[in-house]
């Protein structure tokens, strides 16, 4: 029968546009071939369906495979790891270092404003340099008050403006050059700033490192008479048993 | 192109791990290409599953047998079209490309008749009580669009005639079991 072959045309992909029209008239003159028709529709809809489901359930599978690997979940293990990874890297290349970095915060403190006690009144008048250093001093300024000591050594070449840029320059992690100022305070005229200066240049060779440099500084604090005698001795004792 | 024509003879050979392949290969590009259409990664993704899944469709029913232009292309085309119907169904106004007459997704309502979804599941109830030589049989030949000799051929039946026949009886049965 030709509606028969036109019809398994069809679903083979056979079908040529002329066909196609044959088959629509047919269709539309006899009932019974249409409602035949139709539910030939149906079986293939519902194949297409099934296979649709089932192929939809394994793309979806792939799809959290494929959306773990770049979820945020994996993101952070592996920021993580890199992060792990660094700090290992950076506390293992400086090990030498970090020893003495723990001991170097455990002892380093600003030396206390001994020279220009800053009251508030004073400040508001126009203040000599001093005031001004001391006052950037005291308030962690550290880069400021460096560059206000810097101008009162270059003026008076005074110990305290070296000792006290020094100590501005360890507060700001600037230790090799604190070092400089340490050196200009030496075999000078004021024993209580000659040996805090010894006590900062040990911690400032040991943050730099230098344990055996540091080591004769300290001894010579603990010797002194000088009121860091007694953490000198501590920090020898620390460092010996390193 | 050649390996594109590779890929599509192994869907129509029906190698799924290959879909699978298809489907990482071009998934990332996918997404941003219709991120800009549809900015729900969600529908997005779905839309992309069904895309994969008309290409092998196609493939399967002998609708695709050739590339013109690369997989990517018809695969994206699909998307495309999916993705910009979509919008239109959600009375979304966006900037519709001009081709968009030609629906790649064409699913041959050709004779205007819309299929129910209730229907369809009895249908396919039904289908799955089939003995396996009938589901075999009507599988290759609304699905896969064999005809009467491919058939023959491949369920290793006597004559065009016997698998009319086989046919026809395993569309009985169908009918049989859905009035149940």
């Known amino acids: 029968m030709r509606a028969e072959y036109l019809i398994e045309m069809y679903f083979s992909n056979g079908l040529s546009p002329e066909d196609q029209r044959e088959l629509e008239d047919l269709l539309n003159k006899d009932e019974k071939l249409r409602s035949e028709f139709d539910f030939q529709l149906e079986v293939r809809a519902a194949i297409r369906k099934k296979e649709h489901k089932s192929l939809k359930k394994r793309l979806r599978r792939v799809e959290s495979k494929a959306s773990d690997k770049s979820s945020f979940k994996w993101l952070a293990a592996a920021a993580a790891i890199i992060i792990l990874l660094g700090l290992t890297w950076y506390f293992g290349v400086s090990s030498k270092q970090n020893a003495y970095n723990g001991l170097y915060l455990a002892h380093f403190k600003t030396y206390p404003n001994v020279v220009a006690p800053i009251e508030r009144s004073q400040i508001n008048e126009s203040p000599t340099l001093m005031q001004e250093a001391f006052y950037q001093y005291e308030h962690g300024e550290y880069e400021a008050a460096y560059g206000s000591f810097q101008k009162l050594y270059d003026r008076e070449k005074s110990e305290y403006a070296a000792f006290y840029g020094g100590v501005s320059l360890m507060a700001n992690g600037q230790y090799a050059d604190a070092i400089v100022q340490f050196d200009r305070v030496q075999n000078g005229d004021n024993p209580e700033f000659e040996i805090a200066s010894k006590w900062y240049l040990a911690l400032a060779y040991l943050k730099l490192g230098d344990k055996s440099t540091a080591i004769p500084y300290l001894k010579a604090v603990q010797n002194s008479s000088h009121a860091l005698r007694q953490e000198a001795a501590e920090l020898l004792k620390e460092l010996n048993s390193n | ?180």
């Open chain 2, 1 to 180: 192109m050649d390996k594109d024509n590779y890929y599509l003879e192994k869907l129509v050979e029906g190698d799924q791990i290959v879909l699978e392949k298809i489907y990482l290969a071009y998934r990332a590009e996918f997404l941003l290409f219709a991120g800009k259409i549809n900015s729900d990664r969600d529908v997005v993704l779905d839309v992309y599953q069904d895309s994969i899944i008309a290409l092998y469709e196609n493939a399967q029913s002998g609708k695709l047998t050739s590339l013109s232009s690369s997989l990517k292309t018809y695969l994206f085309s699909i998307g495309k079209f999916k993705l910009y119907k979509l919008n239109k169904e959600a009375h979304r106004f966006t900037n519709e490309p001009p081709d968009m007459s030609y629906d790649p997704t064409e699913e041959d309502n050709l004779f205007g008749r819309d299929l129910n979804t209730e229907r369809l599941a009895l249908v396919e109830e039904a289908f799955d009580k089939l003995g396996k030589k009938c589901r075999q049989l009507l599988r290759l030949f609304y699905y896969r669009g064999f005809d009467l000799n491919e058939i023959k051929n491949e369920m290793n039946l006597a004559n065009k005639n016997t698998v009319k026949s086989q046919k026809s009886r395993c569309i009985s049965h169908l009918k049989k079991l859905i009035n149940k």
